[in-house]
Structure formats: C-alpha cells, structure tokens
C-alpha cells in the first residue's frame, strides 16, 4: 500500500497549490479519502474528506471553506486538494488518509509553506 502525495512548496499569501496524492495497494474508489495538516507544535486537523463509493460527498475544516476544493479520480486512484487564497496560517505538512472498513493508511506528507 501507498499514498504518495505531491504539489507542495512554497507559495506567496493569496496563491494558490493544488496537492496530489496518488494511490496504490488497495480499492480505491472505496475508500474515504481525506486530506489533514500539521503545523509545526500543533496536533494532526482535518481539512476536507471525501467519500468513497458513489456518493462523492465532501466535507472542509470551518477554515478553509470557500477556498480549497477536494477532489477524486478513480479511474486515476489519486485524490487532489485545490488550495486558494493561501494564508501563513495555512503552513503546515499536509498528509493524505484513506479510511476503508477495517483499514486506514496514511502517505508521508508533503510541506507546504506561506510567506511573503
């Protein structure tokens, strides 16, 4: 099993990233897949998740509502989170989670940083 993310770096205040996180080892399009952040001291938040199956539905942290936007693609096995109108406070390491019926797995993160 592995979760790999990519797209992380260093963006100025109001840019924007899109990470990836690309999937392999397990049925995918079953799985609810989520993205969380940890800042530097600060424990592991969820930022947006959305669900496997059919359903698609989605659900984002009070903090980032409005300006990041996840999304899957089964037929590619990855997972995506459109971040906009990036802040400082949104710098972290953000980590991909997939959560199935009886296992989760977690990819290694992938930093992100805000600053002029």
């Known amino acids: 099993v592995q979760l790999v993310e990519s797209g992380g770096g260093l963006v100025q205040p109001g840019g924007s990233l899109r990470l990836s996180c690309a999937a392999s080892g397990f049925v995918f399009s079953t799985y609810h897949m989520s993205w969380y952040r940890q800042a530097p001291g600060e424990e592991r938040d969820l930022v947006a998740r959305i669900s496997g199956g059919a359903g698609g539905r989605t659900q984002y942290a009070d903090s980032v509502k409005g300006r990041f936007t996840i999304s899957r693609d089964n037929a590619k096995n990855t997972v995506f989170l459109q971040m906009n109108s990036l802040k400082p406070e949104d710098t972290a390491v953000y980590y991909c989670?997939?959560?199935?019926?009886?296992?989760?797995?977690w990819g290694q993160g992938t930093q992100v940083t805000v600053s002029s």
């Open positions: 989670y997939a959560n199935g019926p009886s296992t989760s797995y």
